[in-house]
């Protein structure tokens, strides 16, 4: 038997993406195309705008489809960067931001702007008035996640956007909402543009979205036939942007039911860890689908891999730093062997209640290794 | 133009009477590395080994970084074959170098006349060929200090050869003229250097490493894997033995005074390795230790680990600096693979303040909390031994 909780990595294809798949490779049309085929393709496409914009709650127009994450991220960026320039060469994030936003805010820092990321508190949790103090009439560019990708923490974006109001109204406020997406509200109107991606809810790898309010525009990162309204170039990736709509279909529909489920399976994990000895590195109001945990003692890979001899799926950290400190823990202040041991437990909706139980006998079992 | 690799022996050829014993290996070496390349003859000859291609198909420049890395050989030239009258070697010579002559200004010939019997003698070749190249390559400026290239005309047996000059080879002897050592390899970066520094003196090596899963990941184990690989390049075909090594880390863990950890697990080591050697029929221990590059390899702490085993064990990056190790392990193509992030089993459970000047009675006494022999035996139990190359 099989547990996955490894649901922050990248999650399984929903069926009904799966389904929508196939039917975009059937339906291989390009919607560029001025015949039937691509004009089938064309409405595809639009059916798929029109759902991932419902399941976030804007208008189609405002969403432009993307390879990812990564990608709407470092267009959102770089364009906001240079379309801000004569605003002011500042830029506000947080340290605790994934790597696709740290790295392109260091390419930009090579390129003269001046950075500050603002450090979190040691619950995991940023606090506003840490925001507001790292503001200044310069900022041309505010970037923060809608929760944290390792511990589950839910940042302050409303109260982000007020002090912006106060300080630096002209900044743009990018949102990187790839964990938050279907898993908490997202606050939409006080937002300027908000990354996406498809794998994170079901849909498929290399598949993502950029929202952009209106009346904003950026300068693409990728030139050529102008598709996206020429924000983003490219034959338009037809299968995954169907699974990327059928699954957030699938998870908006849902979205109560869901979060409810697995904040319940969130609550037993806590208290099962807990009372293995565990710290707990998540804070107390974090998204429904993340626990970052620290055994008293050992190291992450080793849990990892005798927790995966046993067929339970976890990772420490990201599953992208493998091998690495967690930058997050670390800015977090926790000590060196918490950081060392941390493990990370993501759930998705489907997550089965015997997963949990599985995950705590197995700790346990692991922590004698110790 | 028919082209050969001329490869100059090394030290071997100051062998008194069992040199042919040295010349044979290094020709079975060659054919053997050769024969995934190509279809080559290998032929030896005074101190020049011939290395020359049967048909068009042969690859010479995969043949050529294959002879640069066999042991035994501290120079090859790649040349073309000419017959033994001036007029052919110069002809041959002009058409043969004209790529590297363009890229030249200046240039000298120097010649090797051993066939004794051809009617000019070494200068006189040196003069004729380099006048003929200075009147077809009017560039061309001819200086006796320090050229840019040196063009080698050779008169042998059969033939004459022409090269734009040698290239350095790996030296030491043939592999397999000095026995069977047994490389305690790690994953990290000395080790490699260990082993192929003795696999240059003519030493065959077996390879053993000790796994510690779940402690170390399948990764780690992989990594070693690939350097032993790298290894065979270089030494030829090779194993490595993989001794199950967790529960012995953790009784260690369990009884053992901490700041004795790191000496006990490596005095297990060496009886392991020892046990390993025999098996495969070595005659030393070969390890990566330089002298107090870490705490266990003060003088004491190799005093203290290397009185569990009668076999010879050699260190021969004893007396060297990380940076003279690393600039070997980039030499010989390891570096890039020992850097990789996977952790060894020598980093598992390391003391916060290891034992630095250890006693060797203090040793005994912390082992005898364990049951040494049955430890050993169950891990001798669990080998698995993978041949690579």
């Not at chain 1, 041309?140 to 912006?164: F, Q, Y």
């Not at chain 1, 998540?282 to 067929?311: M, Q």
């Not at chain 2, 970066?189 to 990941?217: N, Q």
Request: hydrophobic share 40%; charged share 25%; glycine share 8%.
């Amino acid at each position: 038997m099989e547990y996955y909780l490894d649901n922050a990595a990248t999650t399984a294809v929903l069926p009904a993406a799966r389904q929508a798949a196939e039917g975009a490779m059937d339906e291989f049309g390009n919607p560029g195309s001025l015949h039937a085929a691509g004009r089938r393709a064309r409405q595809l496409l639009c059916d798929s705008r029109e759902a991932v914009a419902a399941a976030l709650g804007c208008r189609a127009e405002r969403i432009t489809f993307t390879s990812g994450g990564s990608e709407s991220i470092n267009t959102a960026l770089m364009g906001a960067a240079f379309k801000n320039k004569h605003v002011g060469r500042h830029i506000v994030s947080t340290q605790i931001e994934h790597d696709a936003t740290l790295n392109t805010l260091k390419a930009l820092k090579n390129q003269g702007w001046d950075i500050t990321l603002v450090p979190p508190e040691t619950d995991g949790t940023v606090s506003p008035a840490a925001v507001g103090a790292a503001l200044r009439p310069d900022t041309a560019l505010v970037s923060m996640m809608a929760v944290c990708n390792e511990t589950g923490a839910v940042l302050p974006l409303e109260e982000t956007k007020a002090a912006m109001e106060g300080i630096c109204p002209r900044a743009i406020f990018h949102v990187d909402g790839v964990q938050g997406f279907c898993k908490i509200p997202l606050p939409l109107d006080c937002v300027d543009a908000l990354s996406l991606s498809a794998h994170k809810i079901g849909g498929l790898k290399g598949s993502g979205a950029l929202y952009l309010r209106e009346g904003l525009t950026l300068p693409p990162l990728i030139y050529g036939g102008n598709q996206e309204n020429g924000m983003r170039s490219g034959t338009e990736a037809m299968p995954q942007i169907a699974a990327f709509a059928a699954a957030a279909r699938d998870r908006s529909a849902h979205f109560d039911e869901h979060t409810a489920r697995m904040n319940a399976l969130r609550d037993k994990l806590i208290a099962g860890a807990r009372a293995l000895g565990c710290d707990i590195n998540t804070p107390a109001h974090g998204a429904p689908h993340i626990v970052n945990l620290s055994p008293k003692k050992g190291r992450s890979e080793v849990y990892i891999r005798v927790l995966s001899d046993r067929g339970i799926y976890v990772s420490g950290g990201s599953a992208c730093a493998r091998g690495k400190k967690s930058h997050v823990l670390t800015a977090m202040r926790l000590p060196g062997k918490n950081v060392d041991a941390a493990l990370r437990v993501s759930l998705c909706p489907e997550t089965p209640e015997e997963a949990i139980d599985a995950f705590l006998c197995g700790l346990e079992e692991a922590m004698k290794l110790f | 133009m028919k082209e050969i690799l001329l490869c100059k022996c090394g030290e071997l050829v100051l062998k008194g009477l069992n040199r042919h014993k040295f010349e044979d290996r290094l020709q079975k070496t060659l054919y053997w590395r050769l024969k995934k390349i190509g279809n080559f003859r290998i032929h030896g000859c005074q101190s020049t080994v011939y290395v020359e291609p049967q048909d068009g198909e042969a690859d010479m420049d995969a043949a050529l970084e294959a002879c640069r890395k066999i042991f035994g050989i501290v120079a090859v030239a790649r040349a073309v074959v000419c017959e033994k009258n001036i007029e052919d070697i110069k002809a041959k010579a002009a058409e043969y170098l004209r790529e590297p002559l363009s890229r030249v200004r200046t240039y000298k010939v120097e010649t090797r006349r051993s066939d004794k019997r051809f009617p000019m003698t070494s200068p006189e070749i040196s003069r004729e060929v380099g006048g003929y190249l200075s009147d077809v390559y009017e560039h061309l400026q001819a200086q006796m200090d320090e050229p840019q290239l040196t063009v080698k005309v050779e008169v042998r047996e059969e033939y004459a050869y022409v090269s734009a000059g040698v290239l350095p080879g790996a030296g030491g002897l043939p592999t397999g003229t000095s026995g069977r050592g047994m490389l305690l390899l790690s994953g990290g970066i000395d080790s490699p250097v260990a082993g192929w520094m003795m696999a240059k003196r003519g030493m065959e090596l077996e390879c053993v490493h000790f796994f510690s899963y779940p402690f170390t990941s399948l990764e780690a184990k992989q990594k070693v894997m690939d350097l032993a690989e790298i290894l065979t390049h270089w030494a030829g075909r090779t194993t490595v033995t993989v001794v199950p090594f967790t529960h012995i880390q953790t009784e260690i863990r369990d009884k053992c005074r901490e700041d004795y950890f790191t000496l006990i697990m490596r005095r297990m080591m060496m009886r392991l390795a020892q046990r390993v050697a025999e098996k495969r029929d070595c005659q030393c221990l070969i390890t990566g230790e330089s002298l107090a590059q870490v705490a266990s390899q003060t003088v004491q702490a190799l005093g203290v680990t290397g009185a569990v085993c009668d076999m010879p064990v050699l260190r021969p990056a004893i007396g060297m600096d990380k940076e003279e190790i690393v600039t070997i392990a980039r030499r010989i193509g390891t570096m890039d693979v020992s850097i990789l992030p996977y952790e060894d089993c020598c980093t598992v459970f390391t003391p916060k303040h290891p034992q630095t000047k250890p006693a060797r009675d203090k040793a005994e006494d912390e082992e005898s909390k364990l049951d040494v022999d049955a430890l050993i035996d169950e891990a001798m139990q669990g080998l698995e031994v993978v041949t690579i190359g």
